[in-house]
C-alpha cells in the first residue's frame, strides 16, 4: 500500500509548537518546518491566538510575510494570508452575545479576553495569566465597559480560571445558546465561546477548499480540546506526548516527545521526510 503524500500541516501554536515556558520555537522544531516548506509541503499555524500574535512564530518559522503561506487563527475565525497579513475569511460572533456572555461572567470566578479580528482586549485578569501574557510577549489593552465593542469586528469571547473542572462546572450553564456558539478549551485554563460553527476543523476546511486541497492529503496536531475538530477532520490526526488527558483517545497517533522536546520535527520526520 502506497504511502500518503501529505500536502499541508496544521498545527496548534500553544503546548504543541511551543512550551508553556518559551515563547521561541526551538532549533529542531524550526529546521524540520524549513525542510517541510523546501518539499512544497505548506506549514500552516492553527492557534487561538490572533493574527498579531503570533508574528515572531511566523518570523522564526519564515513564513512572515510570505505570499502563499497561511494562518488559521481565533480558532478558524479568521483564515490569513500572511504576506501582509491579508484576511482571506472572517466568520466573527454577534455583539449581542458576546454582552450576554460577558454579563453572565460577573456571577463565575473568572477573568475575561475579549478578540476583535485584530486585537486581545482583557479585563479581570489574574496575576498568573498576566504574567503568561507578558512572558510570551503578548500584547494585550484592559478594558472597563463590553459597549466598547458595540461596533467593532468581534471574533471570540473567553472565561480564565486555571481549575478546569470549575471551568466545566461553568460550561453547565450555557446549554441555552448552544445554538449560537461553539465552545472549547485550551491551556488548560480557557474557556472559549466562538460563534456557532467556527473551530479550528472548519477553518482548516475552509483553507483547504481554497487551495484545492484533500482534507486526507492533511496533517493536524494539537495538544487540547479547541483542536479536536481539526484533528477530526485531517487525514492523520497527531496529538503531542504532553495532550490532555480527554483528548488522547481522539489522535490517530501520539508522539513520543512532548512540546518541549521536538514533538511537531517528530511528526515532520516521520509522515514527511522519511516518505519523501
Same mark, same amino acid.
Given at each position: 500500500?502506497?504511502?500518503?503524500?501529505?500536502?499541508?500541516?496544521?498545527?496548534?501554536?500553544?503546548?504543541? =509548537?511551543?512550551?508553556?515556558? *518559551?515563547?521561541?520555537?526551538? +532549533?529542531?522544531?524550526?529546521?524540520?518546518?524549513? +525542510?517541510?516548506?523546501?518539499?512544497?509541503? +505548506?506549514?500552516?499555524?492553527?492557534?487561538?491566538?490572533?493574527?498579531?500574535? /503570533?508574528?515572531?512564530?511566523?518570523?522564526?518559522?519564515?513564513?512572515?510575510?510570505?505570499?502563499?503561506?497561511? !494562518?488559521?487563527? #481565533?480558532?478558524?475565525?479568521?483564515?490569513?494570508? $500572511?504576506?501582509? %497579513?491579508?484576511? =482571506?475569511?472572517?466568520?466573527?460572533?454577534?455583539?449581542?452575545?458576546?454582552?450576554?456572555?460577558?454579563?453572565?461572567?460577573?456571577?463565575?470566578?473568572?477573568?475575561?479576553?475579549?478578540?476583535?479580528?485584530?486585537?486581545?482586549?482583557?479585563?479581570?485578569?489574574?496575576?498568573?495569566?498576566? @504574567?503568561? #501574557?507578558? &512572558?510570551?510577549?503578548? %500584547?494585550?489593552? @484592559?478594558?472597563? %465597559?463590553?459597549?466598547?465593542?458595540?461596533?467593532?469586528? =468581534? !471574533?471570540?469571547?473567553?472565561?480564565? $480560571?486555571? &481549575?478546569?473542572?470549575?471551568?466545566? +462546572?461553568?460550561?453547565?450553564?450555557?446549554?441555552?445558546?448552544? *445554538?449560537?456558539?461553539? #465552545?472549547?478549551?485550551?491551556?488548560?485554563?480557557?474557556?472559549?465561546?466562538? !460563534?456557532?460553527?467556527?473551530?479550528?476543523?472548519?477553518?482548516?476546511?475552509?483553507?483547504?477548499?481554497?487551495? $484545492?486541497? %484533500?482534507?486526507? @492529503?492533511?496533517?493536524? /496536531?494539537?495538544?487540547?480540546?479547541?483542536? #479536536?475538530?481539526?484533528?477530526?477532520?485531517?487525514? =492523520?490526526?497527531?496529538?503531542?506526548?504532553?495532550? /490532555?488527558?480527554?483528548?488522547?483517545?481522539?489522535?490517530?497517533?501520539?508522539?513520543?516527545?512532548?512540546?518541549?522536546?521536538?514533538?511537531?520535527?517528530?511528526?515532520?520526520?516521520?509522515?514527511?521526510?522519511?516518505?519523501?
Amino acid at each position: 500500500m502506497m504511502e500518503t503524500m501529505y500536502k499541508l500541516i496544521a498545527c496548534d501554536l500553544d503546548e504543541t =509548537l511551543l512550551t508553556t515556558t *518559551d515563547p521561541h520555537v526551538s +532549533k529542531v522544531n524550526a529546521d524540520a518546518v524549513k +525542510k517541510l516548506r523546501s518539499l512544497g509541503v +505548506k506549514f500552516v499555524p492553527a492557534t487561538g491566538r490572533n493574527f498579531l500574535t /503570533i508574528k515572531e512564530t511566523l518570523e522564526e518559522l519564515d513564513l512572515y510575510d510570505r505570499e502563499n503561506e497561511y !494562518a488559521i487563527s #481565533l480558532n478558524g475565525a479568521v483564515l490569513s494570508e $500572511n504576506h501582509n %497579513d491579508r484576511i =482571506l475569511y472572517f466568520h466573527g460572533i454577534d455583539f449581542d452575545l458576546v454582552k450576554e456572555i460577558y454579563e453572565r461572567s460577573k456571577q463565575y470566578d473568572v477573568g475575561l479576553h475579549v478578540y476583535t479580528d485584530t486585537e486581545t482586549y482583557v479585563k479581570d485578569l489574574p496575576v498568573y495569566e498576566k @504574567e503568561i #501574557l507578558s &512572558d510570551r510577549g503578548l %500584547d494585550f489593552i @484592559e478594558f472597563n %465597559d463590553i459597549e466598547e465593542f458595540r461596533d467593532r469586528k =468581534l !471574533a471570540k469571547i473567553l472565561y480564565i $480560571n486555571r &481549575d478546569y473542572n470549575y471551568l466545566k +462546572k461553568v460550561e453547565q450553564d450555557f446549554t441555552d445558546i448552544l *445554538d449560537y456558539v461553539d #465552545l472549547s478549551y485550551s491551556s488548560n485554563r480557557y474557556f472559549e465561546f466562538n !460563534a456557532k460553527g467556527v473551530n479550528k476543523g472548519n477553518g482548516l476546511r475552509k483553507l483547504c477548499e481554497i487551495l $484545492n486541497i %484533500d482534507l486526507s @492529503e492533511v496533517i493536524a /496536531i494539537g495538544d487540547n480540546f479547541n483542536d #479536536l475538530t481539526m484533528i477530526e477532520a485531517a487525514g =492523520l490526526g497527531v496529538g503531542v506526548a504532553n495532550a /490532555i488527558p480527554g483528548m488522547r483517545e481522539h489522535f490517530d497517533v501520539i508522539t513520543k516527545n512532548d512540546c518541549g522536546h521536538g514533538a511537531v520535527a517528530e511528526v515532520i520526520e516521520k509522515y514527511i521526510l522519511n516518505q519523501k
